[in-house]
């Protein structure tokens, strides 16, 4: 793709404030010079806005005050003038009933925030997994130029000489704990062992695999995703950063430059052979729904079905981030997709050149990491999606992270009517459940948690884990932490607190799965499921005002990205009007 850049010098946006002797322009600019500014700075050089989602209650981004001096020594280098905005910042690990809920609500501060105030371009300072696609989605939004820099995860974690995945771990020893494999007194053992350091998830759960999604998007410098946060090189990556968004400033190059379907596609393959998080799915369909990029769940399908996992990383394999860092990180899947000509090798990035440029030359350092094509943890990645009478609008299942003899199964139904129904029930004895069965998890879509939280993969029954089985299929609207894994089928549209086929479904129904035909079938008369859809009725759960009641009132489904219907779309830079 050839970019045209735009002529340098011009009048920049941050002059409709700061440029001029106004009484307005004084207004604007006598009150910042308080910090100390001398007067050459407002003197149409570009200014940058670093959007900075620390928070000492996101601990993934608890590191990123530092990181963020280093991208304002970049852009002071470069020549421009950088200012440091605290942005709303969502933490899975914090927030109630779900960060997802408020990914809507971050992304439509971050666009108010860049179209309000003096900034020519954004650098994205983002981290723990919902930061990423809100910054992406808000800057998508006003289109004004803007990179992505990521926290960066955190060091391997070690338990008892064994390598010990963030989330992955925790899924794996809270099921032994009630399989009777692990003592509690080890599990509180294991867990300072889990985080050891600043940083997301060490597992390609779904922090690294946003960071991957913003550097196979061109929205980040090339090899930004897998350096660990406590690298010195992350701290480089930082201050390059910051240097090049000038440049970009002064180049106009833009989002839309850059998040095209092309871009998309590439994101979507790379999901693939990364062996990426479910969850990517739902944010690329927002960030393409913000961007005006035709992107559907088909494309997904699509796109991932004969991409082969190579990185073999937890939770679909062995390893953790920071060997994939020191294997070569993301430029050499890339470098692997475009050699098996599934990468748009033109794509534009934020380097001004495109992807092919930025990747042709990496060198995978380690072949048990990042695998052959031969060797790959399975064949056919991706994002399976399925469809049927459960699931008209789609649902999705990482076939990575799936167990291969549960990919085509029929089973007898044990239905959960929400969350609560679920803890209530499945440490019972009595419940009839057996490894056959198929569990099914209702009311956990974008309106019925509401917000959509990762409950999907639904812990077994205690008496089918001390059986030693450790997977069951799954089924639920609602969404899996990336960290997770088993034959879990996720994102069922529509859900079932709109009335969706999910909402009828009774215990004793026979569910039939078929991976590789992505059938998802309920196995009863079509008039009988006619006639349960007809005497459905919705909860009475009436959203308690603010934003709960704009979330429930105006969330799509997740079959498109979950977004607010009336964001999607850009709307672009517009400065608003002077008041004074």
């Excluded at 304002?72 to 009933?97: C, M």
């Excluded at 408020?102 to 020519?120: C, F, G, K, S, T």
């Excluded at 690294?208 to 061109?218: Q, R, Y």
């Excluded at 890339?334 to 042709?360: I, Q």
């Amino acid at each position: 793709m050839t970019f045209k850049k735009a002529e340098w010098p011009r009048r920049l946006r941050s002059q409709e404030w700061y440029g001029g002797t106004s009484r307005d322009n004084i207004y604007h600019r006598g009150w910042l010079k308080n910090q100390g500014y001398p007067h050459d700075l407002f003197d149409g050089r570009p200014v940058i806005g670093i959007l900075n989602t620390w928070s000492d209650l996101t601990p993934c981004n608890g590191h990123l005050r530092e990181l963020a001096e280093k991208v304002k020594a970049g852009v002071w280098e470069a020549g421009g003038f950088p200012l440091e905005v605290p942005v709303f910042s969502a933490s899975e690990n914090t927030f109630r009933p779900t960060a997802m809920m408020y990914r809507n609500l971050a992304a439509m501060a971050v666009e108010e925030v860049m179209r309000a105030q003096p900034i020519d371009g954004a650098v994205l300072l983002v981290g723990c997994d919902k930061t990423t696609p809100s910054l992406l989605m808000g800057a998508a939004s006003t289109d004004l130029p803007s990179i992505v820099v990521t926290g960066g995860p955190m060091l391997n974690g070690w338990f008892r000489g064994e390598r010990v995945g963030s989330g992955t771990a925790l899924w794996q020893m809270s099921e032994d704990i009630k399989a009777g494999k692990m003592s509690q007194e080890d599990f509180l053992e294991a867990e300072q062992a889990m985080s050891r350091s600043s940083g997301t998830c060490n597992t390609m759960g779904t922090a690294s695999t946003m960071a991957s999604m913003a550097e196979a998007l061109g929205m980040a410098l090339s090899g930004n995703a897998a350096i660990p946060a406590v690298d010195a090189r992350r701290r480089v990556m930082a201050q390059m950063t910051g240097r090049r968004i000038v440049q970009m400033v002064k180049d106009d190059l833009k989002p839309s430059d850059i998040m095209t379907k092309q871009a998309f596609e590439n994101a979507i393959r790379c999901n693939g052979a990364i062996g990426g998080s479910t969850n990517a799915v739902i944010h690329l369909l927002a960030m393409a729904g913000r961007c005006g990029v035709d992107l559907t769940l088909d494309d997904w399908d699509r796109l991932g079905r004969d991409v082969p996992t190579v990185v073999n990383l937890m939770p679909s394999g062995k390893y953790l981030m920071e060997e994939f860092f020191y294997a070569g990180g993301l430029p050499v899947v890339l470098k692997r997709l475009g050699e098996a000509g599934m990468l748009h090798k033109d794509a534009l990035t934020v380097s001004g050149g495109t992807v092919w440029d930025e990747v042709k030359d990496a060198v995978n350092w380690n072949e048990d990491v990042i695998l052959p094509v031969d060797k790959a943890l399975t064949a056919s990645g991706g994002i399976a999606v399925l469809k049927g009478n459960l699931a008209p609008k789609g649902a999705v299942l990482k076939p990575s992270a799936a167990s291969p003899h549960l990919m085509k199964h029929r089973g007898r139904a044990v239905v959960f009517e929400d969350i609560d129904d679920y803890k209530a029930k499945i440490a019972d004895e009595a419940l009839d459940i057996d490894e056959t069965c198929i569990m099914v998890l209702k009311n956990c879509g974008p309106k019925g948690y509401p917000g959509m939280s990762e409950v999907g993969n639904m812990g077994l029954p205690p008496k089918v884990l001390k059986k030693g089985i450790t997977d069951m299929v799954r089924i639920s609207d609602a969404r899996m932490s990336g960290t997770a894994y088993g034959t879990v089928i996720l994102h069922t549209s529509p859900e079932a607190a709109v009335g969706g086929p999910l909402a009828v479904v009774q215990s004793g129904d026979m569910i039939e799965l078929d991976v590789e035909a992505r059938r998802i079938h309920l196995d009863i008369p079509e008039a009988e499921l006619a006639a349960r859809l007809a005497a459905w009725s919705p909860a009475a759960d009436a959203p308690k005002g603010g934003y709960d009641w704009l979330f429930r009132t105006h969330v799509e489904g997740a079959d498109t990205g979950a977004d607010l219907d009336f964001l999607k779309g850009c709307r672009g830079r517009e400065v608003p009007r002077d008041s004074h």
